[in-house]
T-cell receptor
Framework: EAGVAQSPRYKIIEKRQSVAFWCNPISGHATLYWYQQILGQGPKLLIQFQNNGVVDDSQLPKDRFSAERLKGVDSTLKIQPAKLEDSAVYLC????????????????FGAGSRLTVL | AQKITQTQPGMFVQEKEAVTLDCTYDTSDPSYGLFWYKQPSSGEMIFLIYQGSYDQQNATEGRYSLNFQKARKSANLVISASQLGDSAMYFCAFFRAAGNKLTFGGGTRVLVKP
């Protein structure tokens, strides 16, 4: 099966500019996640969708970050205006819904979008 | 909120030897899971192994095994017969069944020496 697709792979912008990242999850995966990974740290969850509804956006800086998942498939993460501290890799992941009585389903990650804010 | 801790920022291991990466977590949830992911320098996150809180036996996947000690809330990863290609960052992650949410630790960098 095709993996999680992300674009662009790299983006360099100046502070106060805007940027958008796109993610196409594995076909049929109901849950989509956006993580922010700052250099040297573990990924931090920004937002989690189930189908096209938001499950958790408690760590999303809503004054500058926004995300949507139209029709429960593709997703876009936007930053406007960007700050220096937004320099990071933005990872998209998807998983299918857990089967009743089973363990967790594995999250499959995309290659990430590396953002540098100057 | 769940807390997950990896206390080893970096480790060297000799090729062909085994290495243990520590992971501890803190939760009051009865149903949860522990994942380990590998992140090479190329940046992709590669799933290695999963352990559910109700699993009776420790998980194994090829050269990877998970030493799950539920009472101590630890889920250490053991890599046997290390290879040069094992050099990477390794992340332990806690999965909360309620909400389908995955939280990562800070990672351990492993460097395999020839």
């Amino acid at each position: 099966e095709a993996g999680v697709a992300q674009s662009p792979r790299y983006k360099i912008i100046e502070k106060r500019q805007s940027v958008a990242f796109w993610c196409n999850p594995i076909s049929g995966h109901a849950t989509l996640y956006w993580y922010q990974q700052i250099l040297g740290q573990g990924p931090k969850l920004l937002i989690q969708f189930q189908n096209n509804g938001v499950v958790d956006d408690s760590q999303l800086p809503k004054d500058r970050f926004s995300a949507e998942r139209l029709k429960g498939v593709d997703s876009t993460l936007k930053i406007q205006p960007a700050k220096l501290e937004d320099s990071a890799v933005y990872l998209c992941a998807s998983s299918s819904l857990p089967r009743v009585g089973s363990g967790a389903n594995v999250l499959t990650f995309g290659a990430g979008s590396r953002l540098t804010v100057l | 909120a769940q807390k997950i801790t990896q206390t080893q920022p970096g480790m060297f291991v000799q090729e062909k030897e085994a290495v243990t990466l520590d992971c501890t977590y803190d939760t009051s949830d009865p149903s949860y899971g522990l994942f380990w992911y590998k992140q090479p320098s190329s940046g992709e996150m590669i799933f290695l192994i999963y352990q559910g809180s109700y699993d009776q036996q420790n998980a194994t996947e090829g050269r990877y095994s998970l030493n799950f000690q539920k009472a101590r809330k630890s889920a250490n990863l053991v890599i046997s017969a290390s290879q040069l290609g094992d050099s990477a960052m390794y992340f332990c992650a806690f999965f909360r069944a309620a909400g389908n949410k995955l939280t990562f630790g800070g990672g351990t960098r492993v460097l395999v020496k020839p």
